[in-house]
């Protein structure tokens, strides 16, 4: 197939057949172009010496986790408990530039259940969905939940560290972003067999970048804790990735990491009103 393509590429037709006595497919091509075919497809084999076009990937054949759903609606009933009490969610709840002198550690958790409008918090259940369904999908829904959270949580730190000016930050877009950073990274696990996938590898990574470039770069939002979440998730999924376990397939783990992020969250939020 890729060689019929070389072939239209520069002009040469070709049909590709399916001859069954020879057991697999032919090319076949006009007399007056054979020299000029076997010339194109012997430069393509030359310069893609390196390629290796079929991979068995490693990972779940699952597309998408519906249990993303579940983290939209915990995210929609925080917004109307925010509303319900008057802001009082979002006074103990949302990140701002005193943590590090407060000790408030919980703040960079609790902030990432918050939104200022409905608006903001349309666009991050909507992309959310998709970017957290297809990680939980690929590491497990425990597994990709927790380390969102921890990658939304890092992303709100390294605003902490890198904004000068006094702040107040809300909103699940850095979690998200985190998503999308575990989806980056997921390819890594090619790279437990050999250096030749390193091309599928950083196409991979490349490809999250200008996702990334897209989705969070509004300068709009929060641009710092897009970026944290993004760095902390492709630096999980990495690692996830590279331990080669299929941790959506091993109940206990998955279990005990969406446990640990369920925990978290709600020890979180106990901390902000104790």
């Known amino acids: 197939m890729d060689w019929s393509l070389v072939l239209a590429s520069q002009g040469i037709e070709a049909t590709l057949e399916h001859f069954p006595e020879a057991e697999g497919w032919l090319l076949l091509v006009e007399p007056t172009q ?12 030359v310069e ?57 550690w919980w703040r960079l958790f609790t902030a990432v259940t918050l939104h200022s409008d409905l608006g903001h918090l349309a666009a991050n259940v909507s992309t959310g969905l998709v970017l957290l369904g297809l990680s939980m999908a690929r590491y ?5 939940l927790l380390a969102a959270l921890l990658a939304g949580a890092a992303g709100n730190l390294l605003g902490l560290l890198l904004r000068p000016q006094p702040y107040v930050g809300l909103g699940a ?25 390193l091309r599928q590898v950083l196409t991979g990574v490349v490809g999250g ?8 770069l509004d300068p709009r939002s929060d641009v710092l804790a897009h970026l944290g979440g993004f760095l902390a998730g492709a630096l999980f999924g990495a ?36």
């Open 239 to 274: 690692a996830l990735a590279l331990l080669g376990v299929h941790w959506g397939t091993h109940g206990r783990w998955d279990a005990a990491a969406g446990t640990a992020a369920g925990i978290l969250a709600l020890g979180a939020w106990l901390c902000a009103f104790l």
């Open 48 to 104: 893609n010496r390196r390629w290796a076009w079929r991979q068995q990937l490693t990972w779940s054949g699952l597309t998408f986790h519906w249990g993303a759903l579940f983290w939209c609606w915990l995210l929609i009933l925080f917004h109307w408990m925010a509303d319900a009490f008057g802001g009082r969610l979002e006074l103990a709840g949302a990140m701002n530039d005193q943590v590090h002198s407060t000790g408030q």
């Open 209 to 216: 970048m200008f996702l990334f470039l897209l989705l969070g």
């Open 173 to 197: 877009s850095g979690m998200v972003m985190g998503a999308l950073g575990l989806l980056a990274a997921q390819s890594a696990a090619l790279l437990r067999r050999s250096a030749h996938p």
């Open 34 to 45: 054979h020299a000029r075919a076997i010339e194109a497809i012997k430069l393509y084999r």
């Open 140 to 144: 497990g829904a425990g597994m990709a």
